[in-house]
């Protein structure tokens, strides 16, 4: 396997981002109206436990988690390495400060105990190594403080869908999963013109990897130093189906839940994770 280095993964992302800023929210589920109402949920539930105080946006691109935390925080920073994604965030907000500066994740330039909450969506995926930037979260996080990561993928169902064969007939869901997964690559060059060695230089957590396993995120965390950590599997396959489907969407949630009380049986099913973890 070659080695690629910390910089070339930043390099890549800088690249890649830089070229999707025109078109990102065209290439990501993020912006559903149902991932939205999600995100808000888990975000007001934090603000709740963090008294409304300061949250810091690991990672922000164009403020998708800004855009929704700013009616909930009083004071939000957002930090990226790409300049063309911060250019997009609308940093205008009635109740909150908001302020936003390139950064790298594992050389933020706050003091120790900055913020009540950081966040990193879709983020943890796209780094050279994990412990690094965990570690650097924990240290600017307040004592008591959260970490909120999500929507990073999970190493069983990409594992189970990448054992799936090629040239069977599956059904339309699965067969949207399995291009997703096998041929993202392809899709973002035919469309934008991103070199496929770029995606995968960029998300090489996940392309190299295969995604994360919950019980290791849960274990390096703990030895960082966090107090509580919570790891969720979200988004099984077939639940947006499920939530626009008339005669089944009220559903979704008891599905979810049925699934996840016959875990660890069931976490292949799960697209991605969640992590809450506390300082």
Same mark, same amino acid.
């Given at each position: 396997m070659k080695m690629?280095?910390?910089?070339?993964? @930043?390099?890549?992302?800088?690249?890649?981002?830089t070229r999707l800023a025109e078109v990102y929210k065209e290439t990501e589920p993020h912006y559903r109206p149902e991932n939205q109402k999600r995100v808000e949920g888990i975000l007001m539930e934090l603000a709740k436990?963090?008294?409304n105080g300061s949250l810091l946006d690991i990672g922000c691109g164009m403020g998708f988690i800004?855009?929704?935390?700013k009616r909930h925080f009083r004071r939000i920073t957002g930090i990226d390495i790409t300049e063309a994604m911060l250019e997009k965030v609308n940093q205008k907000a009635e109740t !909150? /400060?908001?302020s936003v500066k390139v950064a790298e994740v594992e050389r933020m330039p706050f003091p120790d105990a900055s913020f009540d909450v950081a966040t990193a969506y879709a983020v943890i995926h796209h780094l050279h190594a994990l412990k690094p930037a965990f570690a650097e979260a924990f240290r600017v996080l307040k004592q008591g403080g959260y970490l909120y990561t999500d929507t990073d993928p999970n190493y069983y169902f990409w594992e189970a869908i990448r054992n799936l064969p090629e040239g069977k007939k599956?059904?339309?869901?699965?067969?949207r999963e399995f291009d997703a997964v096998r041929y993202k690559d392809r899709e973002l060059e035919e469309k934008f013109g991103i070199p496929p060695d770029m995606l995968c230089t960029a998300e090489? &957590?996940?392309?190299?990897?295969?995604?994360?396993?919950? /019980?290791e995120l849960e274990k390096l965390l703990y030895d960082i130093g966090f107090s509580e950590v919570k790891v969720f599997y979200e988004w099984y396959i077939g639940e947006a189906y499920v939530i626009h489907?008339?005669?089944? !969407?009220? !559903?979704?949630e008891q599905i979810s839940r049925? @699934?996840? /009380? =016959? &875990?660890? @049986?069931?976490?292949? &099913?799960?697209?991605? &994770?969640?992590?809450?973890? =506390?300082?």
């Open positions: 690629i280095t910390r910089d070339q993964v @930043l390099q890549a992302n800088i690249d890649l981002h436990m963090a008294g800004i855009d929704i935390a !909150c /400060e908001i599956y059904s339309p869901i699965v067969q090489i &957590l996940k392309h190299d990897s295969g995604g994360f396993k919950a /019980e489907s008339a005669d089944i !969407c009220d !559903c979704a049925i @699934l996840n /009380e =016959q &875990l660890p @049986l069931t976490r292949h &099913l799960f697209k991605y &994770l969640r992590i809450i973890a =506390q300082k």
